[in-house]
């Protein structure tokens, strides 16, 4: 019962993260209809990022998130009109090319990221990993605590800014309609920009918050675009509060199949669950994602 | 002398230079060789679903890894001759196409790609964790054969084969316009009475079986299969680079961008030693494409002549 609880536990804590992890390339998708091939590295290179900032600054990883926000979502600001061009309008192939440019950009970054910085294994130096807490019987290691609070704070502004803000209005209007919404004066470039600036930036401060919690190394990207991928077809593409359940839910699956299986079959289970909900209901579980 | 007589002679020529390239090569560039021709049977068989229908399958490498371990497991554990398992291997290749295919088919876009993917991954997984027919990541070991010519025959074969067939199916039958009316308006040859999902189904089933014996000649060839081997994320990676250098949806187009993205792979490597420097040359190489010449360099070629019927059209408007 115990190891119930305390699987249970860590599978909820773990969700945290990938929430912040998913929410932005459900929301690209929603907004640009584009599949992110390239999520897995965006996230990768967000841990470097966190890794070199943290060796020069001699900050707690979480400290330079900021830092690493702002970084991220310009490159992903400046990068979408590439994609705009080349997904957008009256090309040959329109509906393929986004997922061909965005698979050219993940190998760009992969390559780069294995001549710059090898095949071993990193981490960030966290001095919260010497904590840990006791709820009854429960162990509750400090950075995992932390990072799932973090990512709890982050979901709860992301939501905020989507529902509560006139940008959030005008996001959510190009999501809906992106014809109506150019004729009531939305500048629907801007807006990609920004929504996809948005998802690169939250991908890139999950890459700290996993980097905090388990090894990396420039290869980790495939691993995690799987978990991506997962969570933002289970939760319904485009459709965020699907999200929230369908990141927790994989927690979950994680964590128990740890427990009870063999951590070999997490990637078996993941993947065959993500075929077969693509299969039976694509559009995720709750039926609410976009066709 | 008229054009098509001087493309007649051309390919004549270039096939009598590719049936005694054995005796030129020293055996290093014979292995090159082979390559080349693995990667223009598997981008060839790529393009037939990805090119045409525009499904792309990101799951290529799921029917070259079960075509590799089916071939070997009838040599090695049931003791059947090879040419019999290799055949056998294709069967059990397109058999899994046609299960893949018949659910998956029928889901679009992004979600197919992503199926797909999901389900190549899965079978490179089941690979690794059934260790009693697999022999799990320490893999089968198939005897070996000192001499390498055969291989290169067995592939050129399956490549001449397949760009038969590919003739056969997209210059001599009604086929070709159902498969490039699936791709550019799905809904519109459906109301117009074509069987949409037949057509989708048989060319995928037909590539599953050519990507499938690809997998088993190899497996006889490289003697040592794992499933990190045979159902690498690079195999499916290659023949989609392939198809878009060349150019999708042509005929010849997936054939020159595997000789041009091989041999230039291989030849990075052999400068740099290393296929870290591969990696980033093949990611620049693939959004240049996706920027400038989503045609691919064929498209590029075709838009001087006269344009191919079955070239991409610029679509009249997005959806």
Known sequence: MIQFLQSTLDGLLIGGVLIVLSLGMSLAFGVMRIVDFAVGEWLMLGAFAALLLTGGLHWEPLLVTPIVFVLFFGLGYF????????????????????????????????????????????????????????????????????????????????????????????????????????????????????????????????????????????????????????????????????????????GLVQSYVTAYLDPRYISLAAFAILYLVLVISPRGLLRRGLE | MSRPALGRLLGGAALLLLLILPNLLPVFWMRIA????????????????????????????????????????????????????????GGVGGILALLLGLPTLRIRGAYFAIATWAFAEAMGQIATIWEGLTGGSEGLRMPALADNRPFYYLMLGLLLLTLLGLHLLVRRSKYAYWLVAVREQEDVAKAMGIDVFRAKLMVFVLSGIIAALA?????????????????????????????????????????????????????????????????????????????????????????????????????EASR
């Open chain 2, 34 to 89: 082979t390559e080349t021709l693995m990667w223009a049977v598997l981008a060839v068989s790529w393009n037939l679903v990805g090119g045409y229908t525009g499904y792309l399958n990101f799951g290529h490498a799921a029917f070259f890894g079960v075509g590799a371990y089916a071939t070997a497991l009838f040599t090695v554990k049931a003791g059947v001759p090879f040419g019999v398992s290799l055949l056998l291997g």
């Open chain 2, 215 to 315: 997998g088993g000649i190899y497996a006889y060839w490289i003697t040592i299969i794992t499933p990190k081997e045979v159902f690498k994320v690079l195999i499916t990676d290659n023949s989609v680079v392939m198809s878009l250098f060349g150019g999708l949806g042509t005929f010849w187009g997936p054939v020159l961008g595997a000789a041009v993205v091989h041999l230039s792979a291989r030849f990075l490597w052999l400068s740099y030693g290393s296929d870290v420097v591969y990696i980033v040359a093949i990611g620049v190489a693939v959004c240049l494409v996706a920027l400038f010449i989503p045609n691919g360099l064929l498209g590029l070629l075709e838009r001087r002549r006269k344009g191919s019927a079955f070239a991409p059209q610029e679509p």
């Open chain 1, 79 to 250: 990068f979408q009109p590439l994609l705009e061009r080349v997904s957008g309008g009256k090309r040959a192939h329109a509906n393929l090319m986004g997922l061909v440019l965005t698979f050219g950009l993940s190998q760009i970054i992969r390559g780069g990221a294995l001549m710059g910085f090898g095949r071993d294994n990193h981490s960030l130096k966290t001095g919260l990993s010497d904590l840990t807490y006791f709820l009854g019987p429960l162990i509750v290691p400090g950075a995992k605590l932390v990072t799932f609070i973090a990512g709890f704070a982050l979901t709860l502004a992301f939501l905020y800014l989507l529902y509560r803000t006139s940008v959030g209005l005008r996001i959510r209007m190009v999501a809906q309609d992106k014809t109506s919404a150019t004729l009531l004066g939305v500048e629907t470039g801007r807006i990609n920009n920004l929504v996809y600036g948005l998802h690169v930036g939250l991908t890139a401060v999950a890459g700290v918050f996993i980097g905090m919690l388990f090894t990396f190394n420039p290869e980790v990207g495939a691993r995690y675009a799987l978990y991506t991928f997962f969570v933002v077809v289970l939760g319904g593409m485009g459709y965020l509060p699907g999200v929230i359940v369908a990141a927790l839910g994989l």
